[in-house]
């Protein structure tokens, strides 16, 4: 291999970018062309992987999290015949003549990396920018929990870096002792609307880094021999290795190394003059060997996996004991958070591809009691809910299970993280704890309010089988559908949510009662109205209940522990009920009302009312109390409902 054979190749993938763009009319071949040579060198090169085979888990992985640059690595994948499509059975092999199609509805290629649509050569979808390095991180524990040697390469941009995620997952990586972990920063100087800060150039960047514990090299990012020379330290055996590269942003055709050209293709008429720029700027490397023929081929096997349907699992009262919560069940007072890490544990034990993640809290969230069992599957992220998604979504691609745990507030720091984790479908399987109003006297700053919301939106699009949903919300209102509910997140492939909650509560179900996906149980039955609720407000609206058949009003009461519902048995449970139903929940609106207003308006028959959370909460000293504040206690779940039947009469 010579420098002039990278040269070429440089150029040679320079001009499909600079013609798929340009096809397209939008891209950013500038930003592409900046890492001409190092895609160059890392995929024929560097690492080792079968283009034919991107589903190999022993490969070394490439993150582009500088998601915007793809097309040089398009360009790539093309010139080496890639294999591309959702499923290895239908997979084709990628050309040049394929990449015209950039950005098409007809094309595997979209315009940022994205692993659903059919080039499974990337892990996760990146463009968002900041979560890459992340990812690397996550497919890396896997690497290392499988006993693979999987070296992991990651691209990041130099205004990229200002993200807080990166330096989130640069302390993680350190932490965890991730050394086969490479990151290379591409340090062109320019973001989208001007030069990047200060901070972000190539000398601060390097600084920081060291700073951080990394090992670091500065080079010439469009110098192969330079190049190699870096990649020839990796890996270390005592630290990750951080590249900083310095690049031209547009390198090798002219006229887009001058002025702002982020995001901006060439016109097909120029296309012509950009090839000859492109020639010129390797004119001096026409002799030497060419670079051609597949890589270095990765190492074979592959770890092995069980199926989550087809384990056994222990009896609840097995799980509790195990636990060590057999005197909460035994006391009718156990919540569903210690539940749920009961039947975290046992999975643990049945199913060896499960992993957990928490963010130091998880003798809270009951996380802690997966990591005394299965310590070596336990990570624990520190307060970085951002980089902890994205790692699991790394996981994920590496064959784990991954189930993320905080507090169900804290989680929506990670809200892009989570929505790019749904793009990338990830199968990952997320728990907030601490949901709802009932934290009380630590205020609303600790309480998950907008979860709902916002989770329950993905469950109202269709996944890529047409018949469930893009991710599924679990909402347990006792231990047992606590312990159910977990298992069918595990059964369930792609992103699942579940919401636990603080308070101890009694039990509502027999240890073998049936959960299912879209299920809903029926705890009392009247024909004046139904009141549907979840999790810890199933409790009150029992009690709601109780106060209305005091005034004779028979009230049917619905725990919809999962979203999306059966809409068509729970039209039916509700127009048995007399087709007035009030929907309690104890956040804000957007979640379960709104869920259940939607089955209504579709048949027409049924009118909805919401009762959820009226303001934002402030510390109390007891549930109850705080309840009462913000309007969803029992009394006034009573009187709303009362009043939905004085005025239907």
């Not at 699009?461 to 559908?481: E, K, T």
């Not at 929907?583 to 027409?604: I, K, L």
Request: charged share 20%; aromatic share 6%.
């Amino acid at each position: 291999m010579s420098a002039a054979a990278i040269q070429r190749k440089a150029a040679q993938l320079g001009k499909l970018v600079v013609r798929m763009t340009a096809k397209a009319g939008s891209g950013h071949p500038s930003s592409a062309l900046s890492l001409a040579h190092l895609v160059t060198y890392l995929m024929y090169r560097q690492m080792r992987h079968d283009p034919a085979d991107p589903w190999q888990p022993t490969a070394d992985r490439l993150v582009l999290s500088e998601g915007h640059a793809v097309p040089i690595v398009y360009a790539a994948l093309a010139d080496l015949g890639a294999s591309v499509g959702r499923d290895p059975s239908t997979a084709t092999k990628l050309t040049p003549a394929d990449t015209d199609l950039l950005r098409t509805r007809a094309s595997v290629l979209d315009g940022h990396p994205n692993p659903a649509a059919g080039v499974h050569f990337f892990d996760a979808a990146t463009g968002s920018l900041g979560q890459g390095l992340s990812v690397a991180a996550g497919l890396a524990l896997a690497a290392r929990l499988d006993g693979s040697d999987r070296r992991v390469y990651v691209l990041v941009g130099d205004g990229e870096a200002r993200e807080g995620q990166i330096w989130e997952a640069l302390d993680f990586i350190v932490d965890h002792k991730l050394n086969h972990v490479c990151a290379v920063f591409n340090a062109n100087g320019q973001g989208q609307a001007g030069l990047v800060s200060p901070q972000q150039s190539a000398e601060r960047l390097a600084a920081k880094l060291t700073a951080f514990g990394w090992a670091v090299t500065t080079i010439n990012g469009h110098d192969p021999d330079a190049i190699a020379a870096a990649f020839a330290e990796f890996p270390r055996p005592d630290k990750p290795l951080a590249i900083v590269a310095r690049t031209i942003k547009g390198w090798g055709v002219d006229e887009l190394t001058k002025g702002n050209w982020h995001g901006k293709p060439l016109p097909e008429a120029r296309l012509a003059a950009a090839n000859a720029s492109l020639d010129q700027a390797v004119a001096a490397y026409k002799d030497g060997d060419v670079l051609d023929g597949p890589p270095k081929p990765p190492a074979a096997g592959a770890a092995k996996r069980g199926d989550p349907r087809r384990v056994t699992w222990p009896s609840f009262h097995e799980v509790m004991a195990d636990a060590g919560l057999a005197g909460a069940v035994e006391k009718n007072a156990i919540g569903t958070r210690r539940a749920y890490g009961a039947a975290l544990r046992a999975a643990g034990g049945l199913l060896p591809q499960v992993v957990v993640l928490d963010g130091d809290v998880s003798n809270s969230t009951f996380a802690d009691m997966f990591a005394a069992a299965h310590g070596e599957r336990f990570f624990e992220c520190k307060i970085a809910e951002q980089n902890m998604v994205s790692t699991a979504v790394g996981l994920s691609a590496g064959g784990y299970i991954p189930l993320v745990n905080s507090f169900a507030k804290f989680l929506m720091r990670a809200a892009d993280q989570v929505e790019l984790a749904n793009i990338s479908r990830a199968n990952i399987k997320i728990v907030g704890s601490h949901a709802g109003i009932t934290p009380t006297a630590d205020g609303p700053s600790q309480m998950g309010l907008t979860d709902v919301a916002f989770f329950r939106a993905f469950t109202t699009v269709r996944g890529d089988d047409r018949a469930s949903p893009l991710a599924w919300f679990f909402h347990p209102a006792d231990a047992v559908a606590a312990y159910h509910c977990t298992r069918l997140m595990l059964e369930l492939p792609g992103m699942c949510f579940m919401r636990t909650h603080r308070p101890d509560v009694p039990l509502l179900y027999a240890p073998d009662t049936k959960f299912e996906p879209r299920g809903f149980h029926t705890l009392s039955s009247g024909d004046d109205l139904a009141i549907v609720s979840s999790g810890y407000m199933v409790h009150p609206a029992r009690e709601a209940a109780a106060l209305l058949a005091r005034q004779n009003i028979r009230a049917t009461l619905i725990d919809a522990y999962c979203l999306p519902l059966d809409g068509e048995r729970l039209t039916e449970a509700l127009q048995r009920a007399g087709g007035l139903v009030l929907v309690v929940e104890d956040n804000y609106g957007g979640g379960f009302g709104s869920a259940v207003a939607e089955v209504a308006a579709r048949t027409g028959k049924l009118r909805v009312e919401t009762l959820h959370c009226q303001c934002i909460p402030k510390s109390t000293r007891s549930v109850e109390e705080m309840l009462d504040y913000c309007g969803v206690g029992a009394p006034q779940i009573a009187d709303h409902a009362g009043a939905l039947v004085r005025r239907a009469l």
